[in-house]
């Protein structure tokens, strides 16, 4: 089984629309971290935001914004006025407190920006 | 900033050869690892080295691959016969030791791609 699904493959917006993009996670245990990655067209995977179970906080860094909802096991990603230099895949990863360091990616989100 | 750095940035090879995948992780740092990423898949786990041994390693990681921190600086994938497969984006990554299981954020390097022809 998946332990996290992005299931939005593809996404495409106009510049200047907000846009967000999905992740659903599964884990059994109960101290977990959740993570995004951007890899842009260059290929490397840039560190976005890390968050651990215990804070559902939301947050929100300039035109990024996350949603950690565990009720529903989902911690979303919302760009907000999207730019063409926000065009890239977008990972989700999951580290659980008992599997070590291991992270978990889900299948990634590629978000075009149109001009 | 402080970046892991990986060479070559391209590799291509003949199928039964061997490659090794070069990384110099942030200095710091005291975990590191490999993933690996197939063409449009998703990123996926390949090992973990802590302590100059292994701590964790996936279904994909065989006898075919092994991993050696040389010296003090540079961390290596070795893949001893390479398949038609082991085509793919290799990552090395790096995290500060705040323990396992403590979810510290790995720092990745620019990936090589690796051709097995």
């Known amino acids: 089984a998946q332990k996290v699904t992005q299931a939005q493959t593809e996404i495409s917006v106009v510049e200047k629309e907000d846009v967000t993009l999905d992740c659903v996670y599964e884990t059994r245990d109960t101290t977990y971290y959740l993570f995004w990655y951007k890899q842009p067209p260059s290929g490397e995977l840039v560190f976005l935001i890390r968050?651990?179970?215990?804070?559902?906080q939301n947050e929100i860094s300039g035109r990024y914004s996350w949603n950690f909802q565990k009720s529903t096991s989902s911690f979303n990603f919302t760009i907000t006025a999207s730019q063409v230099v926000d065009s890239a895949v977008y990972f989700c990863?999951?580290?659980?407190?008992?599997?070590?360091?291991?992270?978990?990616f889900g299948t990634g989100t590629s978000l075009t920006v149109i001009p | 900033e402080p970046e892991v750095t990986q060479t070559p940035s391209h590799q291509v090879t003949q199928m039964g050869q061997e490659v090794i995948l070069r990384c110099v992780p942030i200095?710091?740092?005291?975990?590191f690892y490999w993933y690996r990423q197939i063409l449009g898949q998703k990123v996926e786990f390949l090992v973990s080295f802590y302590n100059n041994e292994i701590s964790e390693k996936s279904e994909i990681f065989d006898d075919q691959f092994s991993v050696e921190r040389p010296d003090g600086s540079n961390f290596t994938l070795k893949i001893r016969s390479t398949k038609l497969e082991d085509s793919a984006m290799y990552f090395c990554?790096?995290?500060?030791?705040?323990?396992?299981?403590?979810?510290?954020?790995?720092?990745f390097g620019s990936g090589t791609q690796l051709s097995v022809l």
């Open positions: 968050r651990n179970s215990f804070d559902e």
């Open positions: 200095s710091n740092h005291l975990y």
């Open positions: 990863a999951l580290s659980e407190a008992d599997t070590g360091n291991q992270f978990y």
């Open positions: 990554a790096s995290s500060e030791a705040l323990g396992m299981g403590q979810g510290e954020k790995l720092f």
